[in-house]
């Protein structure tokens, strides 16, 4: 069994390769550090990077995080979101807990949703 959350040191092993001034206090780290203007540069670090299948999970929440806050600010971005479902595709038995939480369920309710929710469920019913 995938150990779904990384440790306190993998967590600061990211943080060092993205940048990130944490404390190590954040409560939920991929919201936290979203940024819609970064999305490609974690795209590189998840691909390019020898990480743990724990922190792939936790770099997939933040590229989804920041995805989902690209769709808020400005316009979709086809390219990038076909870059960020094939790195899924690749992994994608790490990631049934990402897409259940970005994908809301069976909820149906417009306002209860995340922007990126639909995309997550045309992800999740092509595979």
Request: with cysteine.
């Amino acid at each position: 069994m995938i150990n779904r959350y990384p440790s306190h040191e993998e967590v600061e092993h990211l943080n060092k390769l993205l940048g990130f001034k944490a404390t190590g206090n954040e409560q939920d780290w991929a919201i936290q550090f979203a940024d819609h203007s970064r999305i490609s540069e974690f795209l590189e670090v998840y691909l390019n990077s020898m990480i743990s299948p724990a922190q792939k999970i936790e770099i997939m929440e933040l590229i989804i995080a920041s995805f989902d806050d690209l769709l808020a600010y400005e316009n979709d971005n086809n390219e990038l979101w076909s870059m960020i479902c094939a790195a899924m595709y690749k992994d994608i038995h790490l990631f049934k807990g990402t897409l259940d939480y970005w994908g809301c369920g069976q909820n149906r309710i417009e306002d209860e949703l995340f922007h990126i929710t639909k995309k997550i469920r045309l992800f999740e019913h092509a595979l």
